[in-house]
T-cell receptor, first 111, second 114 residues
């Protein structure tokens, strides 16, 4: 069974801190790895997509890396802000680009 | 607005009733996916379409569930004889088609079965 695991399940940090969210997957045969943000009761907002041939992607204060051989991806958030508080989900795209999601990391950035 | 839209956003129904959800993908996106998300979990794949053809259904999609995408545009997901276990957020996503393309998600339909 293809599985995606996210650690930690929850994280609370003071504003301004840099932080790393971890994602691991069991099947390295992937097309891409996507990171999403989800606010409570809302849909998913795509943050970054890393193709299987790439090692990392950057957007503003966000940087995502991908290591297919070890089945790991990380999302780095620099200078965290209270507005970053949300659940962050990673998802691997397998056959037919179907996404398999982790259970998410719930982030709280405090003032 | 060129994003993915879903209707309704919220649906409360009594057990045993039928419900239907609609998803309008981004224009000209060939692929359309349905996912289900229960509280505290990540979304799980239900089914997907390439144009009007339904190419795969998850084992999560029991025979009470049916999805259509007539003419390869909008899609509907119907649940017959709803059960309390069907309570979840139903998410729709679309992509340009082929492999490795980004999926764009709609706001979801939250179903509550009482």
């Amino acid at each position: 069974k293809q599985e995606v695991t996210q650690i930690p399940a929850a994280l609370s940090v003071p504003e301004g801190e840099n932080l790393v969210l971890n994602c691991s997957f069991t099947d390295s045969a992937i097309y891409n790895l996507q990171w999403f943000r989800q606010d409570p009761g809302k849909g998913l907002t795509s943050l970054l997509l890393i193709q299987s041939s790439q090692r990392e992607q950057t957007s503003g204060r966000l940087n995502a890396s991908l290591d297919k051989s070890s089945g790991r991806s990380t999302l780095y958030i620099a200078a965290s802000q209270p507005g970053d508080s949300a659940t962050y989900l990673c998802a691997r795209a397998g056959t037919a680009s179907k996404l398999t999601f982790g259970t998410g990391t719930r982030l709280q950035v405090t003032l | 607005d060129t994003g993915v839209s879903q209707d309704p956003r919220h649906k409360i129904t009594k057990r045993g009733q039928n419900v239907t959800f609609r998803c309008d993908p981004i224009s000209e996106h060939n692929r359309l996916y349905w996912y289900r998300q229960t509280l505290g979990q990540g979304p799980e794949f239900l089914t997907y379409f390439q144009n009007e053809a339904q190419l795969e259904k998850s084992r999560l999609l029991s025979d009470r569930f049916s999805a259509e995408r007539p003419k390869g545009s909008f899609s509907t997901l119907e649940i017959q004889r709803t059960e309390q276990g069907d309570s979840a957020m139903y998410l729709c996503a679309s992509s340009p088609g082929g492999e490795g393309y980004e999926q764009y998600f709609g706001p979801g339909t939250r179903l509550t079965v009482t």
